[in-house]
């Protein structure tokens, strides 16, 4: 069954202080990995798009790594600020399929305090 | 502002009634996705349309529908409520539906059922 698993659930960080994090996936042959940013009750916004041949993608202080290897991706952030707080979704696109088979993660809550 | 207009954005019902979720995808967007965002759970798939037609569908529920109209607008259609249908509902749009496209989310509707 095709997964996609992110840790940690959640993460209290400092403003300034840089954060990583995690996905795991079992989609398997995949097309491209996306990773969304969510604020509370908003819709999610996306921060990268990597296809399965690309294994980094920057979006001013947000970088996105990609081993299709070992089926991981991370997403890096650098310099954090108080608007980062929000959920952090990893999507993995089968390439069986169109955007309909996009398989979502839960999502890593990432609180910024001062 | 992804472009994606849904309405209401907040609702509140009871069990057994009906709503309608409304969603305006982007200018020249002709796939419209919906889906379903329960507490502390990953965005569940629940139905695709392209250019008015059903492309795909997922985990809907039968007393769930939804339709395409010619102007691409769509509308969700969820009846006999019961409180497990309290969720945000999420509309995305993208230009072809295929699996590379790039997927705009609206602002989501909340909906509580009582």
């Known amino acids: 069954k095709n997964q996609v698993e992110q840790s940690p659930q959640s993460l209290i960080i400092l403003e300034g202080k840089n954060c990583t994090l995690q996905?795991?996936?079992?989609?398997?042959?995949?097309?491209?990995l996306r990773w969304y940013k969510q604020d509370t009750g908003r819709g999610p916004v996306s921060l990268t798009i990597?296809?399965?041949?690309?294994n980094t993608k920057s979006n001013g202080r947000y970088t996105a790594t990609l081993d299709a290897d070992t089926k991981q991706s991370s997403l890096h952030i650098t310099a954090s600020q108080l608007s980062d707080s929000a959920s952090y979704i990893c999507?993995?696109?089968?390439?069986?399929?169109?955007?309909?088979?996009?398989?979502f993660g839960k999502g890593t809550k990432l609180t910024v305090n001062p | 502002d992804s472009g994606v207009t849904q309405t209401p954005k907040h609702l509140i019902t009871a069990t057994g009634q009906r709503v309608t979720l409304r969603c305006s995808p982007r200018?020249?967007?002709?796939?419209v996705y919906w889906y379903q965002q329960s507490l502390d759970q990953g965005l569940q798939f629940l139905i695709q349309?392209?250019?008015?037609?059903?492309?795909a569908k997922g985990n809907i529920l039968e007393r769930f529908s939804a339709q395409q109209f010619p102007d691409l607008h769509s509308e969700l259609n969820l009846s006999s409520l019961e409180l497990g249908d309290s969720a945000l509902y999420f509309c995305?749009?993208?230009?072809?539906?295929?699996?590379?496209?790039?997927?705009?989310f609206g602002e989501g509707s909340r909906l509580t059922v009582l």
């Open positions: 200018s020249g967007d002709l796939s």
């Open positions: 996905c795991n996936y079992t989609v398997s042959p995949f097309s491209n």
């Open positions: 990597m296809t399965f041949s690309e």
């Open positions: 995305a749009s993208s230009q072809t539906g295929g699996r590379t496209g790039e997927l705009f």
């Open positions: 999507v993995v696109t089968p390439l069986q399929g169109g955007s309909e088979k996009l398989v």
């Open positions: 349309y392209y250019n008015g037609e059903e492309r």
